[in-house]
């Protein structure tokens, strides 16, 4: 694990797992007498407007808590283990691979150092439950500098579920990022049709031809765009070529309809679009969706034929322009359903994969054995 501070983390092309779109929250924190702790999760960057004052202070757009002191006059100063915190809820269960912390404009009132923890608490646990629960540190105590974003790296194998920030001794720091790999429980979506291609189930944008004005992870985002900078849209192309962005899905299956949304995107829309699946085990291609024109600020629903397993599908947009959104309705394949439960079950916390095993009557041992590169064992926890 590396507490470096770099300026060009390659993990912040990750998802999110904090983000207020995929459902996180501040479900605890002892102290945000200043400004509110929830403010960590906001998606845009921290800003800071001088002079708005408001009853309590210079109104900041971060989490701050109060001053500490000490217990008396002749030890004013806090003691070494009095310190603040905030509990943050994942929007999505997943494995961590960078923090970012974040003390955007506060420069005289930043802490002098944090940590971030981890926990694994399936369900929905209560303030209580999750401070009585196992916390491992995911970067440990570390000097920050003022008015800084913070990467931290994390090579950590284990999917978590809440993140706790920890600052010594208070202070305020403006936004909290915690970026990795989604794991959904298989569980939860046994038998299902969903889409594919959600970062919520695990779907990434994994490579695209440009991202000249706005990003291509945001193709597979949580929602509706509600402008045109909340989709992906390329440079205009001078040349005879057309842009791109290949998606890996959650898991391999059968895409059965895609939504191509062009809303907001009223004079920069792509003419045509296409979808080509590509099933990583045999490296077979398949076109989903032969070249179809498309229309501005539009949301294109089509049905797919079913039966072509894939594991990727990448979107051609002829040239160039703009998309909001793409959905890929679908349901895992047998083996895609498989690989997804290998992924989750390797990384649950033992005490978690034992549990899991035993509520379905199931031998511990697999637990013990991991990683498991075979599912026969663990695949009546899933498939009904």
Same mark, same amino acid.
């Given at each position: 694990?590396?507490?470096?501070?770099?300026?060009?983390?390659?993990?912040?092309?990750?998802?999110?797992?904090?983000?207020?779109?995929?459902?996180?929250?501040?479900?605890?924190?002892?102290?945000?007498?200043?400004?509110?702790?929830?403010?960590?999760?906001?998606?845009?960057?921290?800003?800071?407007?001088?002079?708005?004052?408001?009853?309590?202070?210079?109104?900041?757009?971060?989490?701050?808590?109060?001053?500490?002191?000490?217990?008396?006059?002749?030890?004013?100063?806090?003691?070494?283990?009095?310190?603040?915190?905030?509990? /943050? !809820?994942?929007?999505?269960?997943?494995?961590? !691979?960078?923090?970012?912390?974040?003390?955007?404009?506060?420069?005289?009132?930043?802490? @002098?150092?944090? *940590?971030?923890?981890?926990?694994?608490?399936?369900?929905?646990?209560?303030?209580?439950?999750?401070?009585?629960?196992?916390?491992?540190?995911?970067?440990?105590?570390?000097?920050?500098?003022?008015?800084?974003?913070?990467?931290? $790296? /994390?090579?950590?194998?284990?999917?978590?579920?809440?993140?706790?920030?920890?600052?010594?001794?208070?202070?305020?720091?403006? !936004?909290?990022?915690?970026?990795?790999?989604?794991? $959904?429980? $298989?569980?939860?979506?046994?038998?299902?049709?969903?889409?594919?291609?959600?970062?919520?189930?695990?779907?990434?944008?994994?490579?695209?031809?440009?991202?000249?004005?706005?990003?291509?992870?945001?193709?597979?985002?949580?929602?509706?765009?509600?402008?045109?900078?909340?989709?992906? @849209?390329?440079?205009?192309?001078?040349?005879?070529?057309?842009?791109?962005?290949?998606?890996?899905?959650?898991?391999?299956?059968?895409?059965?309809?895609?939504?191509?949304?062009? *809303?907001?995107?009223?004079?920069?829309?792509?003419?045509?679009?296409?979808?080509?699946?590509?099933?990583?085990? *045999?490296?077979?291609?398949?076109?989903?969706?032969?070249?179809?024109?498309?229309?501005?600020?539009?949301?294109?629903?089509?049905?797919?034929?079913?039966? %072509?397993?894939?594991?990727?599908?990448?979107?051609?947009?002829?040239?160039?322009?703009?998309?909001?959104?793409?959905?890929? %309705?679908?349901?895992?394949?047998?083996?895609?359903?498989?690989?997804?439960?290998?992924?989750?079950?390797?990384?649950?916390?033992?005490?978690?994969?034992?549990?899991?095993?035993?509520?379905?009557?199931?031998?511990?041992?697999?637990?013990?054995?991991?990683?498991? %590169?075979?599912? %026969?064992?663990?695949?009546?926890?899933?498939?009904?």
């Amino acid at each position: 694990m590396s507490t470096d501070l770099t300026s060009n983390a390659p993990f912040t092309e990750l998802v999110d797992l904090a983000s207020r779109l995929l459902g996180a929250g501040v479900v605890a924190t002892n102290e945000d007498t200043f400004a509110d702790a929830e403010n960590l999760l906001v998606a845009k960057p921290a800003e800071f407007r001088p002079h708005t004052f408001g009853h309590k202070g210079q109104i900041m757009d971060g989490w701050e808590s109060r001053r500490r002191r000490g217990a008396s006059a002749e030890q004013p100063h806090p003691t070494e283990d009095d310190h603040d915190w905030a509990i /943050v !809820r994942l929007g999505v269960a997943g494995r961590v !691979r960078g923090v970012v912390v974040d003390t955007a404009h506060f420069t005289g009132n930043y802490p @002098e150092t944090a *940590s971030v923890q981890a926990a694994s608490v399936p369900g929905h646990p209560s303030p209580e439950e999750l401070a009585a629960a196992e916390w491992t540190d995911l970067v440990p105590r570390t000097r920050l500098k003022g008015d800084t974003a913070h990467h931290f $790296p /994390v090579d950590d194998p284990t999917r978590w579920t809440h993140v706790r920030l920890n600052i010594w001794p208070d202070g305020g720091v403006a !936004r909290l990022r915690v970026h990795g790999e989604v794991l $959904p429980d $298989p569980r939860d979506l046994a038998g299902l049709t969903f889409d594919l291609a959600a970062q919520e189930y695990g779907g990434v944008a994994e490579a695209a031809s440009d991202r000249y004005f706005s990003s291509p992870h945001n193709l597979n985002a949580p929602g509706r765009a509600t402008v045109m900078g909340d989709g992906w @849209e390329t440079r205009r192309r001078r040349d005879k070529a057309n842009d791109w962005v290949r998606v890996a899905l959650a898991g391999g299956g059968e895409v059965l309809a895609a939504e191509v949304d062009t *809303s907001c995107f009223v004079a920069n829309a792509p003419g045509w679009a296409e979808l080509v699946g590509t099933d990583a085990e *045999s490296g077979t291609e398949t076109v989903l969706l032969p070249r179809t024109r498309l229309q501005p600020d539009t949301r294109h629903r089509y049905r797919l034929p079913a039966g %072509t397993p894939v594991t990727h599908v990448r979107i051609n947009v002829y040239p160039d322009g703009g998309l909001a959104r793409l959905r890929l %309705t679908g349901r895992l394949t047998p083996a895609g359903q498989d690989a997804l439960a290998l992924r989750w079950f390797n990384a649950l916390p033992l005490r978690e994969a034992r549990e899991a095993l035993a509520a379905a009557g199931l031998p511990t041992d697999p637990a013990e054995a991991r990683p498991l %590169t075979d599912a %026969t064992a663990i695949r009546p926890l899933y498939a009904g």
